[in-house]
Antibody
Framework: EVQLLESGGGLVQRGGSLRLSCAAS????????MSWVRQAPGKGLEWVSG????????YYVDPVKGRFTISRDESKNTVYLQMNNLRGEDTAVYYC?????????????WGQGTAVTVSS | SYEVTQPPSVSVSPGQTASITCSGD??????TSWYQQKPGQSPVLVIY???ERPSGIPERFSGSNSGNTATLTISGTQTMDEADYYC?????????FGGGTKVTVL
């Protein structure tokens, strides 16, 4: 079964750090780019960051540039999101998603999400 | 930065057709995907490459994309289709989502 399982969310103070993990199973992890997408409470989806299948290219939405870092570990079939200098507006459920280039870059597999709450 | 715009809400009677638009500059030159999200659940892909349906998605879901507008159409809408719908495209490897459209079936 194809699966993405996020972990690492929680409550953190403003200015603090968290590292989210997304463990992949059921598919050839090294063949796909991966992304993180977040959803603030009561709001819509926001693409946050993406990493190429080889890990040599990374991309970020402007509000997180310089604060968030995406990476992947092929030996653990896991993608990470290191989040530093967290702000209140980073409070959201963070989803890991598989970018399928065979489907025009659509996200055809999503995790269940992990909640991040930044307190002041 | 690139943006795509959706109407906040659409209402439809059961059995009728719901159309949700997604507008962006030259959006027709990009592939658009559509996602359905029900409360408390992760998004589900319903349309990719403008008009293709993943396996398991009912035929009543269809899509199109031309010019500056992509459209998701739900024909013969059922109560189970009540959900939030998001369009998504890529702009130079940066993902972009629309603000979402709440579809109410009443």
């Amino acid at each position: 079964e194809v699966q993405l399982l996020e972990s690492g969310g929680g409550l953190v103070q403003r200015g603090g750090s968290l590292r989210l993990s997304c463990a992949a199973s059921g598919f050839t992890f090294s063949s796909y780019g991966m992304s993180w997408v977040r959803q603030a409470p009561g709001k819509g989806l926001e693409w946050v960051s993406g990493i190429s299948k080889s890990g040599d290219a990374t991309y970020y939405v402007d509000p997180v540039k310089g604060r968030f870092t995406i990476s992947r570990d092929e030996s653990k079939n896991t993608v990470y999101l290191q989040m530093n200098n967290l702000r209140g507006e980073d409070t959201a459920v963070y989803y890991c998603a598989l970018k399928n280039t065979l489907l025009g870059g659509a996200f055809d597999i999503w995790g269940q999400g992990t909640a991040v709450t930044v307190s002041s | 930065s690139y943006e795509v715009t959706q109407p906040p809400s659409v209402s439809v009677s059961p059995g009728q057709t719901a159309s949700i638009t997604c507008s962006g500059d030259k959006l027709g030159d990009k592939y658009t995907s559509w996602y359905q999200q029900k409360p408390g659940q992760s998004p589900v892909l319903v349309i990719y490459e403008d008009r293709e349906r993943p396996s398991g998605i009912p035929e009543r879901f269809s899509g199109s994309n031309s010019g500056n507008t992509a459209t998701l159409t739900i024909s013969g809408t059922q109560t189970m289709d009540e959900a939030d719908y998001y369009c998504q495209a890529w702009d130079s490897s940066v993902g972009v989502f629309g603000g979402g459209t709440k579809v109410t079936v009443l």
